[in-house]
């Protein structure tokens, strides 16, 4: 299916899909799940907000990020594989970890989105990657830090969000592969990746 591209640089359009994005994550995501992703694109939408970056496009990456996530895992799989990228072993092992590029591949064929802001942010969101611009650092920081997550106090997430964008992501990054190693879980390769030049 071949759709109109969206411009997210025009506010009204901007909503528009804001508000058809929401609608449909409310409906395809359990209530637990949606209300993780308002906190989300609420918490990316304050952080944009203090580096002077477009909001509504933080909101935007937050409250799509988990669109694809309740999908059977070869859904995911057969969405992500349209981005052109292969699997990874860790990805091979757990297909589940495919939901942010399926989410991205997603937006672009069901929403007209082709902003890659947007769509990198989505796509990287689960690991991190190297290379990644400020919105996809956002949202990165954003999903570990909402309100709910059980570390993140009001005095957590404001000693995080006081730092420039790198030194942030790179605390959270740091954070979530130490959190990996405890519970004996494997860190992504493009985890350490971004973590290398971070630092």
């Known amino acids: 299916m071949c759709i109109k591209k969206v411009e997210l640089n025009n506010p009204s359009e901007l909503e528009k899909t804001i508000l058809a994005v929401d609608s449909f994550a409310r409906k395809s995501l359990g209530e637990k799940r949606y209300a993780h992703s308002v906190r989300t694109a609420e918490t990316c939408s304050l952080i944009c907000r203090r580096h002077n970056l477009n909001e509504r496009i933080g909101y935007l990456c937050g409250i799509a990020h988990d669109i694809c996530k309740e999908l ?39 929403f007209g989105i082709k902003d890659k802001r947007v769509l990198e942010a989505v796509s990287y969101h689960t690991f991190g990657n190297a290379g990644m611009g400020d919105f996809a650092k956002i949202l990165f920081t954003a999903d570990k830090i909402e309100p709910a997550r059980p570390q993140s106090t009001e005095e957590y997430r404001e000693n ?20 990996l190693k405890k519970h004996g ?15």
């Open 72 to 110: 059977p895992p070869q859904k995911q799989k057969e969405l992500a594989l349209k981005d052109g990228k292969k699997l990874s072993e860790l990805e091979e092992k757990k297909l589940s970890l495919l939901h942010g590029r399926a989410a991205s591949v997603f937006l672009k064929e069901n």
């Open 160 to 179: 995080l969000i006081s730092k420039d964008i790198n030194t942030m992501t790179r605390m959270v990054l740091e954070e979530n592969i130490e959190y």
């Open 185 to 199: 879980k494997e860190a992504a390769y493009e985890s350490y990746k971004l973590l290398e030049e971070l630092k």
